[in-house]
């Protein structure tokens, strides 16, 4: 009897003495992260039968359990994931945040409006040389600011990309101490004693590796967790998958599980959110600034080509961009211009070269027409050869260069061509007949024309083999025809072509200058009339265009007088102006009214004087101003890099023209290098507000503006989703306190209940023992 | 609440509390610090995207300004320049006036033409006028002296450098003020009007229009005379001295021993012992002169006619033949394009006549001329002389008018510019408060908010030394 008593006593103070020891553990541990309260499993022992009744046989304790939640585990690791993740993205966009330096007066935003302020002080004051080196330095400024931004990007992403690295590395690690406490676990487990501290150490460190990757979990029936991540088997069994990164060619990284070359899509932890910055975030920004700088460069570089410096126009240019042989055939002739690998984009437009002769100052403006489609770099070469007093090729390093002929100096610029009757085709002192109608004429192999001149009468034939397209006979290709005849050249005749029209003229001037036309078949085509005699005259009209084109667009007027007469003299003499389209834009009174010489207003700002002199209407006089608002409406130039002010595609190389830092003056202030023109300053300035179609309609300033306010807009919102996400994950880790976290107080009551126990069970045994002595004593 | 708090979970509260508190602090006072409310563009994206423009139109305005203030100078230099102008224009035209009246010595009108050619001079400095590096009147040519004055031969010339363009300069959104005149404008030709002749030579114009600047001289040559006198009377060097054109007619009366030109004065034939007697130069009343060889003389009674032949030229280029029917000739200086019609069917007398392009000529060829005829470089007869000076008269009235509409053109932009100017600051005040309603911290608030952060967390110490104080460990013994 006592026997058995005796055991229930030892049983109770075994429980007691392990209950209390796992109290101690628990105290001891209250402070160990991961740490989950343990505690003794005590149940009452079978009761045995005795002297007929049952007896119960003390306690047993023979498990100590943890407590702890599964589910709980779950949901923490993935808020801790989460929260990593915008914790790490927000390291990174901070750092750009306060790269940017905005708002602030040291950001690019100040560097932009610096930039213009000094375009803007030089405007009002060309002249001054201090101020021409301050906008140089206020461009570099500038530039280097988008320079500078855009390396430290690069920069802060080759960063990223290492940490991705190094944290991978880190992954590696806690998987394969997962994979040994796998182990261990399965090892403890089999003999049926819960592995309670390998599992707080197993949970720990998965709640580690979920602050790196996104992880899902589940156990198997021995205790093993298998870990994925990315839908990928991350840890399996006794095996660990170890995490790679790799940079890619663009710069971006990708993490690789071993043994595949299917890249992981991790959606959470650090590794994510450091690839969402390397990856995404920062691309994006650079995508932007350099948009933003390659506009720039394009749009400064359009009003900039058109401009001259002070130093008056050029003698040669090269161009910033190299062609490329597309085709690789070894030749760049035949490539369109358009598509020669050149950053910026070609329309189809216009390009007016002017060439003036140093000494005279006569000014001859060329029409280049471009098509996107058509135009190659030969043809371009060409167009630009075919001007006198200019040369253009290519140079060494596919850079077309374009040189002036000595005496001789060119430009881009909007010139308004003052003297712009070269032929005197309009009143001139020759003898001079035009056609009734601007070309192309609809002529038939053979058509002839039959003059007469002071030597002989002659016939010159129009031939097939001399047009493109007969039917399509262009002015210049018969005025080609009707130079090249030798009666023509011994009759002391030429044709000229104004405005799309041909005029046949007599070489000579003055009253004895003169010439028939006698008929031939193209006449009809021509709108001529056969058997008119014509003459020169003793004096030229002057005609002479000044004031400033306001109207938008290009256009040119076409000077067409209505009726026979004398400038000044026969009454109701008119001219007809008409624009591009056709359409009348004014009437000039040049009757006895009009004093030749006195200045009259045609439209849209420009003046007309005429001097003393006959207009012929029945002659069909003509003459053509080109009106330009944009000299380079192709945008060729700015394509090309020539008379650039910035070089480079993008924020990373965007700079100040090499030349224009070492030569202020260089710098194209104006239109015609008169020390005080300002207009291309102006036209730079006004790009400030200028609404860009390549910046999505906005202005550079605007752009730039959002550009930042997106970042701002993009770290509060990761910054306040990580305020929720940690108010969540510090939720759910005072749940897991609330199930598996040490409470002293209430380790120490139960310290003491504990020791009660054992203080009962050691007074039971004593009385057990009194009781076998009575009965000892007894025998 | 927690049904179960654990110790743990007791200081990660506190730690929490604690944190959360001192970061209200913290942020309070880097925005009291640098007076911020937005320091990041994270703190406010939209602020920030705000805050940017404004900077921006701000930094431009500021720019406006500025050009503002460097236009300010030059436009009060040009009006100052041309307050001058019109004073020496109007000193001149005193001078002229007193020039033009004929009871004046030869030796008083050059004086005159002395002063007038140092108030020419004047002019030029004062249209050289330059501020900084730049010359007000020279169009956009600033660098360049714009007027440059050149004497050869007793001419003065004065020519202009610079160019026809305005030079703009923009002092607010969209606004361009022209700050300049050109010189060509303000000294220049005003418009051509009409064509003048002083009309000593008898030349009238002809119908077809005429072209040409300024000034310029119509020679009216004589070649010969043809015709016999009557009463045996002979031409003196067969006539080349005589100044008469056209059809002249010569009468001798032997009764009262006279002889007269035309209408003209009569003159007494001389005394044959005199030296008048192989040469007397008859005038009539136009001025014309022929001279007389009595040599010969009858002592009848005779009427002759005289033909005198003559040629023309503009600025003696070319001289062509007078054909005396002629009623439009045209004459064209090859030099300067200078086109004239004239009617030659009255013409009667050889000498220079001057043209006036009136409205074409610019002041200091007024001036220059002016101060000529004052001299008498051509050696003119008293009329003739104010002939002349009537037509530059004329002239340097238009350029006075010239000059005092640039003058009130010049007023117009200084208004412009003061009112830009006034409304670039309105703008610099509104667009201010603006941003720093956007940008700058109100200290009230932010010291509000220090206030409450502080004594939170005060509380939030207190109460977390209580709670982690306690234990049961302090009662069990």
Redesign the interface.
């Known amino acids: 009897m006592p026997g058995i008593g005796l055991n229930t006593g030892l049983k109770a103070l075994l429980a007691a003495q392990a209950a209390l020891e796992t109290t101690g553990h628990n105290i001891s541990n209250?402070?160990t992260p991961g740490f989950s309260r343990q505690r003794l499993e005590v149940t009452a022992s079978r009761a045995l039968l005795q002297r007929g009744v049952r007896i119960g046989s003390g306690v047993s304790g023979n498990t100590i359990v943890r407590s702890s939640d599964a589910l709980l585990l779950v949901r923490t690791t993935k808020q801790i994931a989460t929260v990593n993740r915008l914790d790490a993205a927000l390291g990174g966009m901070?750092e750009i945040?306060?790269l940017?330096g905005?708002?602030g007066n040291f950001g690019l935003?100040?560097g932009?409006?610096?930039f213009?302020?000094s375009i803007?002080?030089l405007?009002?004051?060309?002249?001054?040389l201090v101020l021409r080196t301050g906008m140089v330095q206020m461009a570099t400024a500038m530039t280097t600011q988008f320079n500078q931004l855009s390396s430290t990007m690069t920069t802060v992403r080759r960063d990223t990309a290492n940490q991705v690295e190094i944290q991978a590395q880190k992954v590696n690690v806690i998987t394969e101490r997962i994979v040994m406490l796998n182990e261990e676990i399965g090892k403890t487990e089999v003999s049926g004693v819960p592995a309670n501290d390998l599992r707080d150490k197993r949970e720990e460190s998965l709640r580690e590796l979920s602050s790196y990757v996104d992880v899902q979990f589940n156990e198997d029936q021995n205790g093993v967790m298998r870990i994925t991540t990315g839908g990928r088997l991350m840890v399996g069994g006794n095996k660990a998958f170890k995490l790679e990164s790799v940079v890619g060619v663009d710069g971006d990284v990708e993490v690789f599980m071993e043994a595949s070359d299917v890249p992981v899509k991790l959606k959470h932890g650090k590794i994510a959110g450091l690839i969402e910055v390397g990856d995404q975030f920062i691309p994006n920004l650079q995508a932007k600034m350099d948009r933003l700088a390659k506009n720039l460069i394009f749009e400064m570089n359009r009003l900039h080509s058109t401009g001259t410096p002070s130093e008056g126009n050029f003698t040669t240019l090269t161009s910033s961009y190299r062609l490329e042989d597309q085709d690789q055939d070894g030749s760049l002739s035949d490539e369109l211009i358009s598509r020669s690998g050149l950053p910026f984009d070609i329309q189809s437009g216009e390009l007016f070269v002017n060439v003036t002769h140093r000494t005279s100052g006569d000014l001859n403006s060329t029409k280049i027409l471009f098509n996107p489609n058509e135009t190659t770099v030969g043809d371009f070469l060409d167009e630009l050869n075919a001007i006198d007093g200019v040369n253009a090729a290519l140079n060494s390093f596919n850079k077309i260069q374009i040189f002036a002929d000595a005496g001789f100096g060119f430009d881009f610029a909007p010139r308004l061509n003052a003297n712009p009757d070269k032929y005197g085709t309009l009143g001139g002192d020759r003898a001079s007949l035009g056609a009734g109608q601007a070309g192309p004429y609809s002529l038939v192999d053979g058509d002839t024309m039959n003059l007469t001149g002071p030597v002989s009468s002659f016939s010159v034939a129009f031939n097939s083999v001399e047009f493109e397209e007969m039917s399509q006979a262009t002015a210049e290709e018969m005025a080609a025809v009707l130079n090249s005849n030798a009666d023509m050249q011994s009759n002391g005749l030429r044709a000229v072509v104004t405005a799309d029209r041909l005029y046949v003229q007599t070489a000579a001037t003055g009253v004895a200058s003169t010439f028939t036309l006698d008929g031939g078949t193209s006449l009809a085509a021509l709108s001529m009339a056969p058997g008119s005699t014509v003459f020169g005259s003793?004096?030229a009209v002057?005609l002479k265009i000044?004031g400033?084109y306001t109207g938008e667009g290009n256009n040119s007027y076409r000077f067409v007088p209505t009726s026979d007469g004398?400038?000044?003299?026969t009454p109701d003499l008119e001219v007809d102006v008409y624009n591009a389209g056709g359409q009348l834009v004014a009437t000039l009174d040049l009757g006895?009214t009009?004093?030749?010489?006195?200045?009259i207003e045609v439209a849209e700002g420009i003046t007309a004087t005429f001097?003393?002199g006959s207009l012929s209407a029945s002659e069909n006089d003509s003459t053509l101003v080109n009106l330009i608002a944009d000299s380079d409406t192709s945008d060729v130039l700015a394509a090309l890099g020539i008379n650039a002010i910035f070089t480079g595609t993008g924020a990373a190389d965007i700079a100040l023209r090499d030349d224009l830092v070492a030569n202020p003056q260089a710098i194209s202030a104006?239109f015609?290098g008169?020390?005080?023109?300002?207009?291309a300053l102006?036209a730079m300035?006004g790009l400030?507000?200028e609404s860009i179609s390549a910046l999505d309609n906005d202005s550079i300033?605007?752009f730039?503006?959002?550009t930042?306010?997106?970042?701002?807009?993009e770290?509060?919102q990761a910054?306040s989703s990580r305020e929720i996400g940690y108010f969540l994950l510090?939720n759910l880790?005072?749940r897991r306190?609330?199930?598996s976290?040490?409470?002293?107080?209430e380790e120490?009551?139960d310290m003491?209940r504990y020791e009660q126990s054992f203080n009962a069970a050691s007074r039971f045994i004593q009385v057990l023992n009194e009781l076998s002595d009575e009965i000892l004593s007894l025998i | 609440m927690s049904i179960r708090p654990t110790q743990q979970s007791l200081y990660s509260l506190v730690t929490r509390g604690l944190g959360y508190n001192l970061s209200r602090l913290a942020h309070a006072q880097e925005r009291v610090a640098t007076g911020k409310e937005i320091l990041r563009p994270s703190d406010d994206a939209v602020g920030t995207a705000r805050a940017l423009s404004m900077r921006r139109r701000l930094g431009l305005i500021n720019r406006f300004q500025e050009s503002v203030g460097t236009t300010r100078p030059v436009l009060e230099t040009s009006t100052s320049a041309l307050e001058e102008v019109s004073l020496v224009l109007r000193e001149s035209r005193e001078l002229m006036i007193t020039g033009m009246s004929g009871s004046l010595s030869s030796d008083d009108r050059e004086a005159i033409g002395q002063q007038l050619h140092l108030l020419l001079e004047k002019l030029v400095d004062v249209a050289n006028t330059k501020i900084g590096d730049r010359f007000v009147f020279a169009g956009t040519e600033t660098v360049n002296k714009p007027y440059t004055i050149t004497s050869r031969d007793g001419k003065t010339a004065v020519n202009y450098n610079g160019n026809d363009q305005v030079q703009r300069i923009a002092v607010g959104f969209g606004t361009e003020i022209p700050i300049n005149i050109p010189g060509s404008k303000v000294f220049g030709s005003s418009s051509v009007e009409s064509v003048d002749l002083s009309g000593i030579t008898g030349v009238k114009l002809g119908t077809t229009a005429n072209q040409g600047e300024g000034f310029a001289n119509l020679y009216f040559r004589h070649n010969a005379t043809t015709g016999t006198p009557g009463s045996g009377i002979t031409l003196v060097n067969g006539g080349d001295d005589d100044t008469i054109l056209n059809n002249h007619s010569l009468t001798v009366d032997a009764v009262a021993g006279t002889v007269q030109l035309d209408d003209g004065v009569l003159f007494q034939i001389p005394d044959p012992s005199s030296a008048e007697y192989t040469d007397l130069t008859v005038v009539n009343n136009g001025g014309e002169e022929v001279h007389l060889d009595f040599s010969g003389y009858t002592g009848a009674s005779s009427t002759a006619a005289l033909f005198g032949e003559g040629s023309v030229s503009i600025n003696g280029s070319v001289y062509i033949p007078i054909d005396f029917t002629e009623t439009d000739l045209e004459l064209v200086h090859p030099g300067n394009g200078t086109v004239l019609h004239i009617n030659t069917t009255e013409v009667h007398r050889a000498d220079a006549e001057l043209v006036s392009f009136s409205g074409a000529t610019d002041i200091f060829n007024v001036l220059a001329g002016a101060a000529a005829d004052m001299k008498n470089a051509a050696g003119l007869e008293s009329q003739e002389a104010v002939n002349r000076l009537e037509l530059r008269y004329d002239e340097l009235l238009r350029g006075l008018d010239q000059a005092l509409k640039s003058l009130g053109t010049l007023g117009a932009r200084t208004e412009r510019l003061n009112s830009s100017e006034i409304r670039l600051e309105t703008t610099t005040v509104n667009l201010e408060g603006l941003l720093a309603q956007v940008e700058d911290v109100d200290i009230t608030t932010v010291i509000l908010d220090m206030n409450q952060a502080e004594q939170t967390l005060q509380l939030a110490q207190a109460t977390g030394s209580r709670l982690i104080q306690h234990t049961l460990l302090n009662y069990l013994r």
């Open positions: 209250s402070s901070t945040e306060a940017m905005e708002p935003s100040s932009i409006s610096d213009f302020g803007s002080e405007s009002a004051s060309t002249e001054d003793s004096t002057d000044g400033a004398v400038i000044g003299t006895d009009y004093q030749p010489g006195t200045e001097g003393f104006g015609s008169a020390s005080g023109d300002n207009r102006l300035m400030q507000s300033g605007n730039y503006g959002d930042i306010s997106g970042v701002g807009f770290i509060s910054g510090q880790e005072t306190e609330e199930t976290g040490v409470n002293v107080d120490l009551v003491v």
